[in-house]
Each structure stands twice: as C-alpha cells, then as structure tokens.
C-alpha cells in the first residue's frame, strides 16, 4: 500500500514536499515514480527512482525544478518540488514497480495527493 500526503495550495513560485509512504517488507525492491493528473488532462510522467536511489530522471517540464528522494529505511519516496507555477496544479500519484517513465510499467498505486499552485 502507497500513501501520498504533503499536497496543498502553494502561490506560484513557491516550493512544496510531497511524501509517499509504504507498507510492507519488500519496498526497497521496487523502483517508485511519481505522476500527476491534471483535471481533464493526460497522466504525466513526473519522475522516478531506482530501487537504491542512485539513479533518478525527470520529465522534461519539471527538470531543475523537482527532486526526488528516498528513504528505504523508513519506506518513504519524497518530491521536493521548487519554483511551482500554475501548471504544476495536479493530483500526484505515487507508484511502484520497474524503473520506467510509463505508468503501466508500475503495480502499485497510491491514491494521490492534491497540489494547486495559485498565480
């Protein structure tokens, strides 16, 4: 199970940190990887990470801005989100399974966090 919090309103240019926490044994076997859903909109690839953390890539709309992190110890994959604008406004879904930018390569899902940013 994947629970996302750390969403909320943010005022354009501002920063915010979204968590995903998970439970059971086995979480530091799967690579994690964040995306987001806009209201009427596609799914979009936010960025993911490997198993052990040592590799990590971005979608091209958020490189520079985001940064994603884990904490197998604690069974926690974090967005450290900088310089929001507008159309950042999303719910963002965490999930796990193969390190990939493609969200049928992940099994399992958390049910999102909302984040708006306000211009």
């Known amino acids: 199970q994947l629970v996302e919090s750390g969403g909320g309103l943010v005022q354009a240019g501002g920063s915010l940190r979204v968590s995903c926490v998970a439970s059971?044994?086995?979480?530091?076997?799967?690579?994690v990887g964040w995306f987001r859903q806009a209201l009427g909109k596609e799914r979009e690839f936010v960025a993911a990470i490997s198993r052990g953390g040592g590799t990590s890539y971005y979608g091209d709309s958020v490189k520079g801005r985001f940064t994603i992190s884990r904490d197998n110890d604690n069974k926690t994959v974090y967005l450290e989100m900088n310089n929001l604008k507008p159309e950042d406004t999303a719910g963002y879904y965490c999930?796990?399974?193969?390190?990939?930018?493609?969200?049928?390569?992940?099994?399992?899902w958390g049910r999102g966090t909302q984040v708006t940013v306000s211009s």
């Open positions: 059971g044994r086995f979480f530091s076997t799967y690579a």
């Open positions: 999930a796990a399974g193969a390190l990939s930018s493609m969200a049928r390569h992940y099994t399992y």
